[in-house]
């Protein structure tokens, strides 16, 4: 074979490696095959699944998990159940998405649904539920259970609707909260004013400045102290993003489209600066945590979960300050604050549980069944005990030992803490009116863009910074740049899909070179008949 003849065959050969290109992005990008219910769960075989799992350093929390896989393992001898667990949701977030890329996911995991949102972007990791919800054997309430589960009528609509996004259901909930005011009642009181039936932002904001006032030497009226900051907001995204839902304002929608960046945002910043410029308010980013404060008779007005009730208050279980530094006061627990008093709107929130894809069905299965006993009244109960979080199943929550326990509020100030109590009771009372943001790849980007604009404004007063409109212009911006919002949507609305996968970037490139070579090869062939003409002639 001649040199002319092995070149024509290397660029005959290029339309075939493109070919062979295509169909190995394809196959590497394919990711597992779709989960389906196995015909029955095969108890013969033996499986050991990983459970990721969060609390708050506290002890009674992790007893709870290791009873429930201790329970759950005498029910099914044959699967192990291997706890992980996390102080942090971010950690457990961060740790999913590099696992991911490994295949080394956990089969069980506690999230949030804007965590589950970016883990889709992967072909079949999370298995979607709705079918295993129905199965009539191995599903919610089937009849192959080896233990009293909720059905899906027995779970709360509200909190299992915020499961449901890409058009699957893709979590169970495990605990629910809200957020909560926690006030200093003695101080609104010793400052002159009543405590309304519903805290509105204006009675925040008066009060908060109200207790401001400094006798000559710079010592607080209110306390005796040298240290107040009557308003402290531990999670400043839900407070963006309560605000705007209480105002009717623009967050964002369902399929993704932004909608943050928005007048009444910059109304609210204005009145975030204007309080913060009097330090009347500041967030735990840039003080601390609330309860500190309040226990130490140094904050009026403490907003944060409900989940957090043990550690507010003088009496509190789990105080973090010394005993010395303690106030005595009264605590009262009222919903966040709102603008309008005849539709109040407040955030549901909470961690729910996703189960991820394995090659063995059976695994999934396995996974699925832990899962689901994590709804058992048992489970449920006790870690609802240990926090101000509620039940997410109508099962629990109507049961007698739950309502029995919600009846001694005050008996003492550790399982009956009256504070935690309260906070329970504040969100069973107001599930009606609670309310979740839209699930999308990128809202959780977005939820930390909302906090952060606050962030930065109550930073930039306690800077000196101008805050004015060019100001809130760069802010906007600067927000939109961090949070990388472009890789969601652009300013105009228009729906950008972001930066492609790693497998598909190797794809297109390998399909534009090989075009690229086409290209040369098919001029280079006319070119040449081109010359042999001109020879002929």
Not at 234 to 250: C, E, F, P, V, Y
């Amino acid at each position: 074979m001649d040199r002319k003849e092995k070149g024509q065959k290397k660029y005959r050969l290029l339309p075939l490696l493109a070919a062979l290109i295509f169909l190995t992005g394809c196959h590497g990008s394919r990711g597992l095959e779709a989960f389906e219910i196995p015909e029955s769960f095969d108890t013969s075989q033996d499986y050991e699944i990983t459970f990721w799992a969060k609390n708050d350093t506290n002890k009674t929390q992790t007893d709870i998990y290791k009873k429930a896989i201790a329970d759950f393992q005498e029910l099914y001898p044959n699967i192990t159940v291997n706890l992980r667990l996390y102080t942090d949701y971010s950690r457990i977030y961060n740790d999913v998405i590099t696992n991911i890329s490994t295949g080394t996911t956990p089969n069980v995991c506690i999230t949030y649904p804007d965590h589950i949102a970016t883990y889709l972007t992967g072909i079949n990791i999370v298995v979607p539920l709705e079918d295993l919800f129905a199965d009539s054997r191995y599903g919610l309430g089937g009849s192959e259970l080896r233990y009293d589960g909720p059905t899906q009528e027995e779970i709360i609509p509200q909190f299992l609707s915020e499961c449901a996004f890409s058009e699957h259901y893709y979590a169970i909930p495990f605990m629910r909260s809200t957020e909560a005011c926690y006030v200093n009642r003695t101080y609104v009181e010793s400052l002159g004013y009543t405590l309304p039936d519903t805290l509105t932002w204006d009675f925040i904001w008066e009060v908060s400045e109200a207790a401001n006032a400094k006798d000559d030497d710079g010592t607080y009226l209110v306390n005796g102290q040298k240290v107040m900051i009557p308003f402290i907001y531990k999670s400043t995204d839900n407070m963006m993003i309560q605000m705007l839902r209480q105002k009717g304002a623009g967050y964002s929608t369902p399929e993704g489209d932004i909608q943050i960046f928005n007048d009444t945002t910059r109304e609210l910043l204005y009145t975030v600066a204007k309080h913060a410029e009097t330090e009347a308010f500041s967030t735990f980013k840039i003080s601390s945590y609330p309860a500190n404060f309040l226990n130490a008779g140094q904050c009026v007005f403490a907003i944060d979960s409900t989940a957090g009730a043990t550690w507010m208050g003088t009496h509190a279980p789990l105080s973090d300050i010394s005993e010395e530094a303690l106030v005595d006061f009264e605590t009262a627990v009222y919903p966040v604050p709102q603008f309008d008093t005849d539709h109040p709107q407040m955030i549901s929130q909470g961690p729910s549980v996703c189960i991820f894809n394995k090659p063995d069905n059976q695994e999934v299965l396995a996974s699925w069944l832990f899962a689901q006993y994590l709804l058992t009244n048992e489970v449920q109960i006790a870690y609802a005990e240990t926090e101000g979080y509620v039940p997410v199943t109508s099962k629990a929550q109507n049961c007698a030992e739950y309502q029995d326990y919600l009846s001694r509020c005050g008996q003492d100030n550790a399982a009956y803490y009256d504070v935690k109590i309260k906070a329970s009771r504040l969100l069973l009372e107001h599930v009606g009116d609670t309310f979740v943001t839209p699930v999308f790849n990128g809202s959780a980007s977005l939820r930390g863009a909302a906090g952060q604009m606050i962030e930065n404004v109550t930073k930039s007063v306690n800077r000196g910074e101008t805050i004015d409109d060019a100001y809130m212009e760069k802010l906007y911006q600067d927000v939109f740049s961090l949070y990388r919002l472009d890789s969601v949507l652009t300013f105009g609305g228009q729906k950008d899909l972001g930066p492609l996968p790693s497998t598909a970037k190797f794809l297109l490139s390998g399909l534009a070179i090989t075009w690229v070579l086409i290209g040369v090869y098919v001029a280079r062939e006319t070119l040449k008949k081109r010359k042999k003409r001109q020879n002929h002639h």
